[in-house]
T-cell receptor, first 115, second 115 residues
Framework: GAGVSQSPSNKVTEKGKDVELRCDPI?????LYWYRQSLGQGLEFLIY????????KSGLPSDRFSAERTGGSVSTLTIQRTQQEDSAVYLC?????????????FGPGTRLTVL | EDKVVQSPLSLVVHEGDTVTLNCSYE??????LLWYKQEKKAPTFLFML????IEKKSGRLSSILDKKELFSILNITATQTGDSAIYLC???????????????FGKGITLSVRP
């Protein structure tokens, strides 16, 4: 596609449920990043994938959060047993090379609301 | 822990005014500083700065970095209503060249340009 796409655009869930957020990066981009943006906060790094290397998971806030990237393309961020503090906009970004932040393209995000 | 602080948090100006947005940082192993404009959800890249004292310019926007005093400014001259957005500053730090560096974002500056 022309840009990074994410789905769903909005997700409302009940506390305790699991959710899956999807990111389709730009074709050919080898690096993929997940960020979270809570109300009034800056972007918070969650996880980074680069090609077939082991992902950098150092930003995941708890073991309820996990992500995978299948076939070096689509990525899914999973949040288990959601809590109200998980409510945020989850942004995905991709870039063509490893750690090229000036070529990082962001998707439109998924707004997650946990009731 | 790496820290990025932006000021002011919000700003309201009238069309035609000039604004200066500030970003200060404390990080280990600085690599670059980036500015993004965020309208709606997805941030878009504006500038990447790596060297002190060299101004980057794009139209009415310009930015400069001071690595001694650890800050950057983003200037917008002759502001227009279309400049209304959140302006994010992020610092890339840590890791070896080209690998495993991280972006730490500030909370952003909300700029409102009134007609």
């Amino acid at each position: 596609g022309a840009g990074v796409s994410q789905s769903p655009s909005n997700k409302v869930t009940e506390k305790g449920k699991d959710v899956e957020l999807r990111c389709d990066p730009i074709s050919g981009h080898t690096a993929l990043y997940w960020y979270r943006q809570s109300l009034g906060q800056g972007l918070e790094f969650l996880i980074y994938f680069q090609g077939n290397s082991a992902p950098d998971k150092s930003g995941l806030p708890s073991d309820r959060f996990s992500a995978e990237r299948t076939g070096g393309s689509v990525s899914t961020l999973t949040i288990q047993r959601t809590q109200q503090e998980d409510s945020a906009v989850y942004l995905c970004a991709s870039s063509p090379w490893r750690v090229s932040y000036n070529e990082q393209f962001f998707g439109p995000g998924t707004r997650l609301t946990v009731l | 822990e790496d820290k990025v602080v932006q000021s002011p948090l919000s700003l309201v100006v009238h069309e035609g005014d000039t604004v200066t947005l500030n970003c200060s940082y404390e990080v280990t192993n600085f690599r670059s500083l980036l500015w993004y404009k965020q309208e709606k959800k997805a941030p878009t890249f504006l500038f990447m700065l790596t060297s002190s004292g060299i101004e980057k310019k794009s139209g009415r926007l310009s930015s400069i970095l001071d690595k001694k005093e650890l800050f950057s400014i983003l200037n917008i001259t002759a502001t227009q209503t279309g400049d209304s957005a959140i302006y994010l500053c992020a610092v890339e730090a840590g890791g070896r060249t080209g690998a495993n560096s991280k972006l730490t974002f500030g909370k952003g500056i909300t700029l409102s340009v009134r007609p």
